[in-house]
């Protein structure tokens, strides 16, 4: 009865309070006074929770407790949706999140209302458990009706806020996503062994067991799935969910602790992984960056091995809060640090961060090395395994043999022992270690970076199917992107730059050449004359603007542009170990060539260049010109309509200078386009019908050979543009400076 | 002198890399590996010597016999006199450097001077960083004095002379016999396939003489005689390098301890000396002549013109490519190289370890282990030799360009280059298993997931080091230095190699001995699981492959 009546009271003054706020802030929105509800609501709670000895831990299943199974079931499960509500409502003032609201309204207030209900059994449980003995009223009952009036005061805020009941197919979508992960978390220790029972049939979970097994992928699991459904989301979104995560999962674990443990500092979560418990949610709280890579550098691979070699009695049984507590605990401290470096919540670390959490580290070893000695005093005491023979028994009789070296004094009654080269080489091993860890952190990182920009480049070449398919407007994909355009080489704003360069080797580059021509490129070295040919055979990628010959666009039809093209680049590059004759049929297999046409044309061009004695021999036996006549057979193998040529002169005798000059002249006769670039202006000028100069990346308006003799000679005309002409970014510079 | 010291110091360059002693931090790292790694071979060395010595293997007390280092130097020479000559044929009467280095003021005798002492402080590099650690071991586990630390390593000077001295010797011979083969290139091809199927043949005997018992306890008397034996077949046989080991850690004495003081040590010191001199004049003299001969041909290769004219062939483009890498991988020397020391051997590897534990009797849980070290076996060496394959696209150095101009969808050649590496590893991959199942008696359907899950293992990482080749290329380099290029993503793939087969051991391991305990033992589970791991890996490598060619091919410019 004192129990309903203390729930009265606290339902009344919580009624009161939400009456008093509403006439006070009719017409504000009450941010701080919300803000100073949640830390009273936070002393409140935390005042509660640890000002008693929970018996729930001594209950091993429903039907072990003090009333009927069901009534223990929903009573605990009252505490579970209560501890999350408290939680959600203390976040609540601090966070503008859409979902923080709709859960409290819809899944948590019903919660609360069972809550009520079974708030009597509820607190029983907690308090006195199965220890015998009357709910009376206390401290502890009074602290609890305090918090059920001001979790009520808090729905009521939040009820003030948003009254509608109105959820579109979204919103309901978004809460079932939640709950389920939301109320994971929240799940108090001893939830398991009260629901499936913790005397029953055993499982390992040690050794590297299969139970033990499922443990560990769970913690690799969990991460990514928390990853991947939280990094498209808002960034304030993600920071709520992993503020509630970390702060929820610290409340469950420190359920063991309680008043007693104060004046007990043997029993404080000191070990190094407990302390990722109290860390991490100080550092997405606070935003403590130094703090935070100190749990990213050195509690991530103290829960690693912990995961790995736990220290419970292998009799633990799976459902055991000890086993439970283990795992929210050694879990958390292993993934989230990773977790949230990925969400990006905090960025990726510097080695400077990493000497700074080691010399915290190394403090912290100092530090346990003592409480350890001193502790021990008084009770058993082994904070991160290093005042024990713990992990030495695991590695063997060396390993103990180390550890039995010890030094021991006294200071007053108190004896002090340490384990000097055992402590000294744990230390070393450690640091060590995190050393291997920022190695293993950089290989992740750069994963990472490679398979983000692997995704956005696949987005990009999925966008340009799109735009390629509406171009096409219905046609076949072998189709050309203009139609009935002849033969035709057509640059349009072309500029290309190469990786991260600022400056662009060719800008803004615009062209048309048409079937018939035999079209001449000079230009200085280095100009951009070889980097535009590159780009529009496809050896190099278009930064800016397109190519298309035929119609056919180079970069988004490659396979069908590259067929009407015949390229013969800059210096032969050719496979040394074949024969010439396999190697020009490897090409006409590559495109297409058929039987009849290739034994035309290959003996046609072997007599032309007068290969006949050497054609079946390994290439790697020709001389220079010798193999700049094979690159060119195998370039007229399958007629091209667009002949490129890139220097194309170099290294051959008279005899055959002459043949391909008049290669050239057929070529373009029969109506196709043959373009090269020469520094040999004469040849340019007696072969060419019209003319382009490219100087440092600035193409300049092409010109007929009858133009430019307007003018005086090619060689003339080619000294001006390419001396004296200036290019517009020039003239843009200097009229700058 | 001047112009030697310069000639040498420019080929040492070359060899060696000295570019890290003008930098201090370098020169120091250099030494520090250096020393450590003469730390791990002296400290490998005595563990097994300490060994040895221990259980009495090689004397009934814990003496090491002066025929153990007869042996082992005996081999060292062998193989660094063959590496010698060959290397010594190419560098002093093949290499092209020669058209650069007579141009010079210097006469071709000093030219050819300079080379032959560039080849000797390598080997004396070589020694020092190998066999010497050896020595010194030796030297710690004996009963040697002081005066051992200090002659030892003088004594190398002399000892590294052997191989060079008789390298030099045997270019001559050597290079006829390789011009000889490269004229009449079937005979080259028949003769290399004798000598390595009686190679086969003689190892397949061998192993097969391994008793189908071993109890090395019950046998250990015949087991001693016999390795007694073998070493003091080097001792007898092998007496220059019995003599040269007298030299180098002196004679026993009736004290039981090494000395000095002995005559026969220093006769076999001033002839080892007398004796390397009076070969290397006359070598010299008669090796310069071809050199001098050799630096003024023509560098172009021979061409013998075939006049017959062959017929043109259409083929479909895949096959077009599949034909043209196999042109053009066994008209080079590389990937022989590779198949032999890779493809062939890990069948004999298998077949020697499993006669061997064959015949010993196990525990279960050792069985498992000798099936997981089966794997390691054949698995490290595999994927080792994949490295290659980090290598391949860049190795076709500026021709790969030409690639990107053709009309076809790039990842066909691409994939067509590593079709034989594909198909080859996976015929010496399933003999192996065939072997290891031949020993391990499985059901056919486990060897048969076995070997899926493997081959996927082997295709995968085929896939990941052509991937890396890809994704940095290193075409410019192979264009411009030839082989000699330091590749990263050689490196790269071995490593990864290295940690894929420890933990497909590992793993292998793991999956058998938590099977042991089902009720059927059938092992049904186990096999799959690896099938399922090799399955994940080789469809993340074919999905990488395939994306990553897509997305960056046209874009990675070396």
């Known amino acids: 009865m004192t129990h309903y009546l203390s729930l009265i009271i606290a339902l009344i003054t919580a009624s009161a309070g939400a009456l008093t706020t509403s006439f006070l802030a009719r017409n504000k929105n009450f941010s701080l006074g919300k803000k100073i509800f949640a830390f009273v609501l936070i002393a409140v709670f935390f005042t509660r929770y640890i000002s008693y000895d929970d018996q729930i831990l001594n209950i091993v299943s429903l039907g072990a407790g003090p009333f009927s199974p069901a009534v223990n079931f929903f009573a605990y499960f009252g505490i579970w949706l209560e501890l999350t509500l408290v939680v959600f409502l203390i976040l609540y003032p601090f966070f503008k999140a859409r979902i923080l609201t709709n859960l409290i309204k819809f899944v948590l207030t019903p919660g609360f209302v069972l809550y009520l209900g079974f708030s009597y059994y509820s607190v029983f449980l907690q308090v006195i458990g199965n220890t015998g003995g009357t709910l009376a009223l206390s401290f502890q009952s009074v602290m609890f009706a305090v918090e059920i009036a001001l979790v009520a005061y808090g729905l009521f805020l939040v009820w003030r806020d948003d009254h509608t009941l109105k959820l579109d197919k979204k919103e309901i979508l978004a809460l079932l996503i939640a709950f389920v992960p939301v109320l994971v978390a929240s799940l108090p220790i001893y939830g398991p062994q009260l629901m499936f029972g913790n005397a029953n049939a055993r499982y390992e979970v040690i050794d590297i067991s299969f139970v033990h097994r499922l443990f560990i992928y769970a913690t690799v699991i969990i991460p990514l799935v ?26 469950t674990f420190s359920r063991v602790f309680y008043y007693q443990n104060f004046f007990a500092p043997w029993t404080w979560p000191i070990h190094l992984c407990n302390t990722a418990m109290y860390i991490i949610p100080l550092v997405l709280i606070f935003k403590l960056d130094k703090l935070f890579y100190f749990t990213y550098f050195i509690n991530v691979f103290g829960a690693l091995m912990a995961m790995l070699m736990p220290n419970y009695a292998e009799t633990t049984n799976l459902t055991s809060w000890v086993i439970i507590q283990f795992w929210y605990n050694h879990s958390l401290a292993f993934f989230m640090p990773l977790l949230l470096v990925a969400l990006k919540l905090f960025p990726r670390p510097k080695m400077k961060q990493m000497y700074y959490s080691l010399i915290a580290f190394s403090g912290y070893f100092l530090l346990v090395m003592v409480l350890n000695v001193w502790f021990s005093n008084y009770s058993p005491t082994d904070f991160f395994f290093i005042n024990s023979d713990f992990i030495v028994d695991k590695l063997g009789r060396w390993a103990e043999n180390i550890f039995n070296i010890a030094i021991s004094f006294n200071i007053g009654d108190l004896v002090f022992e340490f384990h000097p080269v055992y402590q000294a080489l744990f230390l070393i091993v450690y640091v060590g270690v995190s050393f291997a860890m920022w190695f293993v952190y950089s290989l992740g990182f750069s994963i990472a970076d490679s398979l983000g920009d692997l995704r956005f480049r696949q987005k990009k070449i999925k966008l340009d199917k799109y735009a390629l398919l509406a171009a096409l407007n219905g046609r076949g994909i072998d189709e050309p992107m203009e139609e009935n355009t002849g033969v035709k080489l057509e640059l349009k704003n072309f500029s290309k730059r190469y990786g991260k360069n600022k400056d662009f080797a060719v800008k803004d580059a615009s062209l048309v050449v048409s079937g018939g021509e035999i079209f001449g490129f000079l230009g200085p070295n280095g100009a951009g004359k ?21 119609g056919y666009d180079v970069e988004k039809q490659p396979v069908m542009a590259k067929r009407l093209i015949g390229y013969v680049p800059d210096h032969y590059a050719l496979y040394e170990k074949l024969t010439a004759r396999e190697y020009v049929n490897y090409i006409a297999d590559i495109y297409g060539v058929t039987y009849e046409e290739r034994q035309m044309r290959i003996p046609h061009y072997v007599s032309l260049f007068h290969l006949e004695d050497a054609f079946d021999n390994q290439i790697k036996t020709f001389s220079h010109g010798m193999k700049q006549k094979v690159t060119i057979i195998a370039a007229l193998v399958h007629e091209p309509k667009l002949w490129l040529l890139d220097e194309p002169l170099t290294g051959l005798d008279p005899d055959s200078i002459y043949q391909v000059k008049e290669c050239m002249r057929q070529h373009a006769a029969k109506g196709n386009i043959v373009m090269f670039s020469s520094h040999i202006i004469d040849v340019v000028e007696n072969l060419c019908q019209r003319i382009a100069v490219i100087k440092k990346g600035h193409l300049f308006a092409p010109l007929t050979i009858d133009e430019v003799h307007e003018q005086g000679t090619l ?3 080619y000294l001006k543009m390419a001396i004296h002409e200036e290019t517009p970014e020039q003239k843009a510079t200097k009229e700058i400076a | 002198m001047n112009d030697i010291k310069t000639l040498i110091m420019m080929q040492l360059k070359d060899k060696l890399d000295l570019g890290f002693i003008k930098d201090k931090a370098q020169l120091i790292r250099k030494i520090v590996f250096f020393a450590l790694r003469f730390i791990i071979v002296a400290s490998l060395s005595y563990a097994l010597f300490y060994v040895s010595s221990f259980l009495r293997i090689f004397h009934n007390s814990p003496f090491i016999p002066t025929s153990i280092m007869t042996m082992l130097l005996t081999i060292i020479l062998v193989i660094s006199t063959f590496a010698s000559t060959n290397d010594l044929i190419k560098s002093l009467y093949m290499a092209e450097d020669n058209q650069v280095l007579v141009t010079y003021p210097i006469s071709a005798n000093r030219i050819f001077l300079s080379k032959i002492i560039v080849f000797y402080l390598y080997e004396i590099y070589k020694n020092f960083t190998f066999t010497l650690p050896i020595f010194v071991a030796y030297g710690l586990i004996s009963p040697v004095n002081w005066f051992f630390y200090i002659w030892v390593f003088l004594s190398f000077f002399v000892v590294s002379m052997i191989p060079v001295v008789l390298g030099v010797v045997l270019s001559l011979p ?4 390789m011009r000889f083969f490269n004229r009449f290139r079937v005979l080259k091809i028949l003769f290399f396939i004798a000598v390595l199927a009686g190679f086969i043949y003689l190892l397949v005997r061998i192993i097969l003489l391994i008793p189908s018992e071993i109890n090395v306890l019950n046998y250990w008397g015949p087991i001693k005689v016999l390795l007694s034996d073998v070493t003091m077949f080097f001792q007898d046989y092998f007496k220059p390098v019995y003599y040269v080991v007298l030299m180098v850690v002196g004679k026993y004495n009736a004290a039981m301890r090494y000395t000095y003081l002995n005559l026969d040590v220093w006769l076999v010191f001033i002839s080892l000396i007398g004796v390397l001199a009076g070969l290397f004049m006359a070598a010299y003299f008669v090796a310069r002549f071809l050199f001098i001969k050799m630096t003024s041909a023509s560098f172009e290769y021979e061409k013998r013109f075939r006049v017959k004219a062959l017929l043109n062939r259409r083929l479909p483009a895949f096959l077009s490519f599949v034909v043209k890498e196999l042109r053009l991988i ?5 990937f022989t190289s590779n198949f032999i020391a890779t493809y062939i051997s ?3 590897f298998i077949l020697l370890i499993n006669r061997i534990f064959a015949s010993m009797d196990l525990y279960p849980n050792g069985q498992f282990a000798v099936q997981a070290f089966n794997i390691l076996i054949i698995m490290l060496p595999l994927l080792a030799s994949n490295s290659v394959v980090a290598t391949m696209y860049s190795r076709e150095g500026r021709t790969a360009y030409m690639k990107r101009t053709k009309p076809v969808v790039v990842i066909f050649p691409l994939l067509a280059k590593l079709l034989p590496n594909i198909v080859l590893s996976i015929v010496s991959l399933c003999v192996s298993l065939y072997i290891f199942n031949a020993h391990m008696h499985y059901v056919l359907s486990n060897i048969i997931l076995l070997s899926i899950a493997l081959i996927f293992i082997q295709v995968g990482h085929i896939l990941f080091s052509a991937l890396l080749d890809l994704m940095n290329p290193q075409n410019e380099q192979y264009a411009t230095a030839g082989e000699q290029v330091s590749n990263p993503n050689e490196t790269k793939a071995t490593i ?22 089902m009720p059927d033992q059938s092992f049904n589970y186990a096999f799959l699981k690896m099938l399922l791991i090799g399955f994940v890996f080789f469809g993340a490598s074919v999905y990488m492959y395939i994306e990553k060619i897509k997305a960056y091919y046209y874009d990675r410019i070396s």
């Open chain 2, 496 to 517: 990864f190699a290295f940690i894929t087969a420890f933990l497909v051991a590992l793993i292998t391991l793991g999956f058998l001995v938590e099977e042991q305990f």
């Open chain 1, 715 to 717: 060689e003339e005309y």
């Open chain 2, 174 to 177: 050597g290079f006829f016999i």
């Open chain 1, 226 to 251: 928390l990853y991947f459904s939280l990094k498209k989301k808002d960034p304030e979104l993600i920071r709520l969910a992993m503020i509630y995560l970390s702060v929820v999962t610290m409340i």
């Open chain 1, 530 to 550: 070889s980097t535009t040919i590159k780009s529009i055979v496809g050896i190099q990628t278009i930064t800016e603007g397109s190519i298309s010959i035929c």
């Open chain 2, 330 to 334: 066994f008209r080079s020397g590389t």
């Open chain 2, 346 to 348: 890990i069948p004999l």
